[in-house]
Nanobody, 113 residues
């Protein structure tokens, strides 16, 4: 079983940057890892993923602004978020894809206008 702990959230002004981290309790080198977010009153939505081989994919809403990366030696996945907008405000969750998959508890990101 893998436990995931997100960190790095906070309050930032529009146009600013944050870097989220997702630290895993065990090895994640074989997992596709992803970031999701859930804004108040909305459903959880997919943001980005990175495969075990380093391939990446992004939701259209964050493409060009967010970058997902991984450091398998540190069992950590990152989400660099630039040019943040108020609509990026949400709880951000890390996920390890698999059967079963694993979720973290989330980290709050608030972008003020």
């Amino acid at each position: 079983q893998v436990q995931l702990v997100e960190s790095g959230g906070g309050l930032v002004q529009a146009g600013g940057s944050l870097k989220l981290s997702c630290a895993a309790s065990g090895s994640i080198f074989s997992y596709t890892m992803g970031w999701y977010r859930q804004a108040p009153g909305k459903q959880r939505e997919w943001v980005a993923l990175i495969t075990s081989g380093g391939g990446t994919n992004y939701a259209d809403s964050v493409k060009g602004r967010f970058t997902i990366s991984r450091d398998n030696a540190k069992n950590t996945v990152y989400l660099q978020m630039n040019s943040l907008k108020p609509e990026d405000t949400a709880v951000y969750y890390c996920k390890a894809y698999g059967s079963p998959g694993y979720w973290g508890q989330g980290t709050h990101v608030t972008v003020s206008s």
